[in-house]
């Protein structure tokens, strides 16, 4: 009896100690998570239930009661069989409106915030999540060297109504929830910039100025404060609980329009540039870039801009690519290769895995990972867990953290991942991306640039 009743305490602690280890982890547990609430406070009762029986299990329970924030106030010998009852609903009446233990929250929160500034493109803004209307306008006035006293915000909401943002008004209010969009333009209501304006060279000479290092540096420093704060779990929600995940995938959504930005921002730089010399330069710093995103480890951007040049918009300007010099198009087919799909990605998981850390890894493949082992196994084998799925998709997700670690182990500063400091200049505009979303006017510029013969 007494070995039996020693493993028996070993299990019920095992099951506690696990519980503390997953708490820890997912340090933003939904508050409001009735399944979790539920759960806790079931696991709670059975814990009180055994303690008169397994008083050394009172160590165990003080850490369940941090989690649930209850303090305590009876000792082990008030947990008589007579008395537990009475004190369990004492207990849990004084705490129904718990909350689990959250992670520190950062009070401002880094966002990328999207401002159309013509119904197809718009600007990607690198700012904090309380940002005021006042700020932002003048974010998007600089960038576009406009006057910012004759710029206004509007919020376009779903049904096309067009509402006027005041000055001091917070961007990111919960009154604001219901909008499309963010859209500014002049007080007279007409637009700040067109694609189709003959100034539209502006922007392609200020990129042809920038160091290809510096632009790469500015990448992989923003891709890396985005990753950093990312929670593992974050890729589970968002593949096995998309329709419930809201609010819950906040950073690796943030990560994910970051991939799809940059490989509109290089679409947009080349085909906003109508001459053909500056384009061909444009093609070969592009090139440079993708190459020192590698060399710096950054693959999301490295994918992002070698995707953006085999686009259907710009690989068809064959004019353009004919001019690009012989070692920048062997450059290009190198860097290319390592998106090669065959083999499940082969030849990125190789060249990845042969990465020292810090890295970034390029994060839809790892969801489609995740998805892949969710949907080829059953979660429950004959009512029972399948243990051997969840290990799996633990083993996906263990990347995440390796990626973050340095030489050393040590988890790395969600500052920068890299060393130096990047241009002051070259971060402002990395931070200010002026992207077309619109695939229409894509290929419409394309065409324009060289027309089908």
Same mark, same amino acid.
């Given at each position: 009896?007494?070995?039996?009743?020693?493993?028996?305490?070993?299990?019920?602690?095992?099951?506690?100690?696990?519980?503390?280890?997953?708490?820890?982890?997912?340090?933003?547990?939904?508050?409001?998570?009735?399944?979790?609430?539920?759960?806790?406070?079931?696991?709670?009762?059975?814990?009180?239930?055994?303690?008169?029986?397994?008083?050394?299990?009172?160590?165990?329970?003080?850490?369940?009661?941090?989690?649930?924030?209850?303090?305590?106030?009876?000792?082990?010998?008030?947990?008589?069989?007579?008395?537990?009852?009475?004190?369990?609903?004492?207990?849990?009446?004084?705490?129904?409106?718990?909350h689990p233990v959250r992670g520190a929250?950062?009070?401002?929160? %880094?966002?990328?915030?999207?401002?159309?500034?013509?119904?197809?493109?718009?600007?990607?803004?690198?700012?904090?999540?309380?940002?005021?209307?006042?700020?932002?306008?003048?974010?998007?006035?600089?960038?576009?060297?406009?006057? %910012?006293?004759?710029?206004?915000?509007?919020?376009?909401?779903?049904?096309?109504?067009?509402?006027?943002?005041?000055?001091?008004?917070?961007?990111? !209010?919960?009154?604001? !929830?219901?909008?499309?969009?963010?859209?500014?333009?002049?007080?007279?209501?007409?637009?700040?910039?067109?694609?189709?304006?003959?100034?539209?060279?502006?922007?392609?000479?200020?990129?042809?100025?920038?160091?290809?290092?510096?632009?790469?540096?500015?990448? &992989?420093?923003?891709?890396?404060?985005?990753?950093?704060?990312?929670?593992?779990?974050?890729?589970v929600y968002f593949t096995l609980s998309?329709?419930?995940?809201?609010?819950?995938?906040?950073?690796?959504?943030?990560?994910?329009?970051?991939?799809?930005?940059?490989?509109?921002?290089?679409?947009?730089?080349?085909?906003?540039?109508?001459?053909?010399?500056?384009?061909?330069?444009?093609?070969?710093?592009?090139?440079?870039?993708?190459?020192?995103?590698? %060399?710096?480890?950054?693959?999301?951007?490295?994918?992002?801009?070698?995707?953006?040049?085999?686009?259907?918009?710009?690989?068809?300007?064959?004019?353009?690519?004919?001019?690009?010099?012989?070692?920048?198009?062997?450059?290009?087919?190198?860097?290319?290769?390592?998106?090669?799909?065959?083999?499940?990605?082969?030849?990125?998981?190789?060249?990845?895995?042969?990465?020292?850390?810090?890295?970034?890894?390029?994060?839809?493949?790892?969801?489609?990972?995740?998805?892949?082992?969710?949907?080829?196994?059953?979660?429950?084998?004959?009512?029972?867990?399948?243990?051997?799925?969840?290990?799996?998709?633990?083993?996906?997700?263990?990347?995440? !953290?390796?990626?973050?670690?340095?030489?050393?182990?040590?988890?790395?500063?969600?500052?920068?991942?890299?060393?130096?400091?990047?241009?002051?200049?070259?971060? &402002?505009?990395?931070?200010?991306?002026?992207?077309?979303?619109?695939?229409?006017?894509?290929?419409?510029?394309?065409?324009?640039?060289?027309?089908?013969?």
């Amino acid at each position: 009896m007494k070995e039996e009743r020693r493993d028996t305490l070993l299990r019920k602690r095992k099951v506690l100690h696990l519980l503390s280890q997953w708490s820890s982890l997912c340090t933003d547990l939904p508050r409001d998570n009735e399944h979790a609430k539920l759960f806790l406070k079931t696991l709670y009762r059975y814990v009180l239930d055994d303690l008169y029986e397994f008083p050394s299990l009172e160590k165990d329970l003080k850490e369940l009661q941090k989690l649930l924030r209850m303090q305590r106030r009876h000792t082990v010998d008030e947990y008589s069989p007579q008395r537990k009852n009475k004190a369990l609903f004492h207990q849990l009446s004084l705490k129904e409106n718990w909350h689990p233990v959250r992670g520190a929250q950062r009070e401002r929160k %880094e966002v990328l915030c999207r401002v159309y500034v013509t119904i197809d493109s718009y600007v990607s803004v690198r700012t904090h999540s309380e940002v005021s209307v006042q700020e932002l306008l003048s974010t998007v006035a600089e960038r576009f060297d406009c006057a %910012e006293d004759d710029m206004v915000l509007m919020a376009v909401t779903y049904p096309g109504e067009k509402v006027l943002l005041q000055s001091d008004q917070c961007v990111f !209010s919960s009154s604001l !929830s219901a909008a499309e969009r963010l859209h500014v333009c002049r007080r007279d209501l007409t637009e700040i910039v067109s694609p189709f304006t003959d100034n539209r060279q502006q922007s392609s000479v200020k990129m042809l100025s920038m160091n290809t290092w510096d632009v790469a540096v500015s990448l &992989t420093n923003c891709d890396w404060s985005l990753f950093s704060i990312m929670h593992e779990q974050e890729l589970v929600y968002f593949t096995l609980s998309r329709d419930v995940s809201a609010g819950h995938t906040m950073a690796l959504e943030q990560l994910l329009q970051r991939c799809n930005e940059t490989q509109q921002w290089v679409m947009t730089e080349v085909l906003m540039c109508p001459n053909l010399c500056k384009r061909v330069q444009l093609f070969k710093k592009f090139i440079k870039i993708a190459a020192h995103c590698k %060399e710096q480890r950054n693959l999301s951007s490295f994918f992002s801009i070698i995707m953006g040049l085999n686009s259907p918009a710009v690989s068809r300007l064959t004019q353009t690519w004919e001019k690009v010099p012989g070692k920048f198009r062997k450059l290009f087919s190198e860097l290319e290769s390592l998106m090669d799909p065959s083999f499940n990605h082969k030849a990125y998981r190789d060249a990845f895995r042969k990465m020292k850390s810090p890295k970034i890894p390029f994060l839809p493949l790892l969801l489609k990972d995740i998805t892949f082992i969710h949907e080829g196994n059953r979660t429950f084998l004959d009512n029972l867990v399948n243990f051997d799925k969840l290990h799996m998709i633990a083993d996906t997700l263990r990347i995440i !953290s390796q990626c973050r670690t340095d030489h050393m182990g040590y988890r790395c500063p969600s500052g920068n991942m890299l060393s130096q400091k990047d241009s002051t200049e070259v971060r &402002t505009y990395i931070n200010y991306l002026h992207v077309i979303d619109n695939q229409r006017t894509l290929f419409e510029l394309s065409h324009r640039l060289e027309p089908r013969t």
